[in-house]
């Protein structure tokens, strides 16, 4: 917990250093003040109410997701008390403003109705409004692990950073940042299972001691049906290295008869089931993702 507190710190200061410094009595007040239903516009370096269609979107961004479900629940807080929070922009040579942090925020304005927004203006460079759009995202934990990764190489590849200096930015140690970036090495359908939230970062570091791509897919899919933990991920794909390319995972292959019965089961279901048979004994798998689903699925197998 301590650590916790200590890296929230470490991030806040980056942020902070990123930013030229508001006037006194600017930010924090102007922050809580301008709500979009109800503050007066008015025009300065520390804040004011901008149009929506006058921010656009950053295509450089490190965010590159946005849950539905919880867009529409902060929608529904805004419409019911305002923006409280200002969105950080900086002027476009085009005109209006380009989002630096808080697009999130932007989106659900939008879909509550919203036609004006309380905005920070910036002046930051390109690299500059990048780096503080991955701080503030991490300081949010709003990016997903390979959003992360994503993002640290662009700093390395883009803006000269090392990884100390990465490290240094987030408030982070170099570790973290060396294993965010060893994600990247994964074949592009592991990466997409991760983004889905159907594998953790820790299921990706483990697939990537098997060292055969096609072994890692392959048993990617198989941690994703039979929801192995990371350490069982971890020992299946260490024995998939030294069975070598190939070979991973043969001696369970499951028969058509297996694989025919776990779609039929599922379809019945209306579950994701799992059929582990080892010479006719074993036993069944069945997936629930919340306390209602489950009463469902207790009355279906319960049923005269």
Not at 23 to 31: F, I, L, N, S, V
Not at 157 to 182: F, M, P, W
Not at 268 to 283: I, L, P, Q
């Amino acid at each position: 917990m301590a650590e916790t507190r200590k890296s929230r710190r470490a991030l806040g200061r980056g942020l902070d250093a990123l930013l030229p410094s508001t006037p006194k009595g600017g930010e924090g007040k102007t922050g809580a003040a301008l709500s979009a239903s109800a503050a007066p516009r008015r025009r300065s370096e520390t804040g004011f109410l901008a149009k929506v269609e006058e921010l656009h979107p950053n295509r450089g961004q490190p965010r590159t997701r946005f849950d539905d479900e919880a867009l529409g629940e902060l929608s529904d807080s805004i419409r019911e008390l305002g923006m409280l929070e200002p969105i950080l922009v900086r002027r476009r040579s085009e005109g209006g403003y380009e989002i630096v942090a808080g697009e999130r925020r932007w989106r659900a304005a939008q879909r509550a109705g919203l036609f004006e927004v309380p905005v920070f203006v910036r002046e930051l460079t390109e690299h500059k409004a990048f780096e503080a759009a991955l701080v503030e995202n991490l300081q949010r934990e709003d990016l997903n692990p390979l959003e992360t990764a994503r993002a640290f190489q662009r700093l390395i590849d883009e803006h000269d950073r090392s990884q100390e200096a990465v490290a240094k930015l987030i408030g982070k140690d170099r570790s973290t940042v060396a294993n965010a970036l060893r994600l990247l090495k994964l074949p592009d359908p592991i990466m997409d299972l991760i983004e889905a939230r159907e594998l953790s970062e820790g299921h990706g570091r483990a697939l990537l001691s098997a060292g055969d791509r096609t072994a890692m897919v392959e048993l990617a899919r198989k941690a994703v049906a039979q929801d192995w933990s990371v350490r069982e991920t971890e020992r299946r794909a260490r024995a998939a290295a030294r069975e070598g390319p190939g070979k991973a995972g043969a001696a369970d292959q499951k028969s058509p008869n297996v694989r025919d019965l776990e779609s039929r089961l599922s379809k019945s279901m209306g579950t994701r089931v799992t059929v582990a048979d080892r010479k006719g004994k074993g036993h069944l798998k069945v997936a629930f993702s919340s306390y209602d689903e489950l009463d469902r699925l207790l009355e279906i197998m319960t049923r005269g």
